[in-house]
Nanobody, 124 residues
Framework: QVHQVVSGGGLVQTGGSLRLSCAAS????????VGWFRQTPENDREFVAA????????YYADSVKGRFTASRDNAKNTVYLQMNNLKPEDTAVYYC?????????????????WGPGTQVTVSS
């Protein structure tokens, strides 16, 4: 079974930046879509961003558009989420997930591969 491992979380001040990395283990190819999601104790898991298998197609939630950028390096089997101008409302546990499709979707239940998330905390 594929395991998506996220690293790069931490504590930053408002306006700061973080870069999350997601390394997939157990995959035999990079032909899959990756979605980024976040979750807090008060809210259900919500969509943040997604990137298609080729890396050319991306999609962002309105709340992060213009601040977050998704990318991928298929040679390293790794995807990235660059988060700039962070705000306190970005505080959450962040997850990456894989889907066996070249097409982007925003619903968490449509993704196949998950793993432990990483905590991102933005102080005011």
């Amino acid at each position: 079974q594929v395991h998506q491992v996220v690293s790069g979380g931490g504590l930053v001040q408002t306006g700061g930046s973080l870069r999350l990395s997601c390394a997939a283990s157990g995959l035999t190819s990079s032909a899959y879509t990756v979605g980024w999601f976040r979750q807090t104790p008060e809210n259900d898991r919500e969509f943040v961003a997604a990137i298609g298998a080729s890396g050319t197609n991306t999609y962002y939630a309105d709340s992060v558009k213009g601040r977050f950028t998704a990318s991928r390096d298929n040679a390293k089997n790794t995807v990235y989420l660059q988060m700039n101008n962070l705000k306190p409302e970005d505080t959450a546990v962040y997850y990456c997930a894989g889907r066996n499709s070249q097409f982007i979707v925003t619903i968490a239940g449509r993704y196949d591969y998950w793993g432990p998330g990483t905590q991102v905390t933005v102080s005011s």
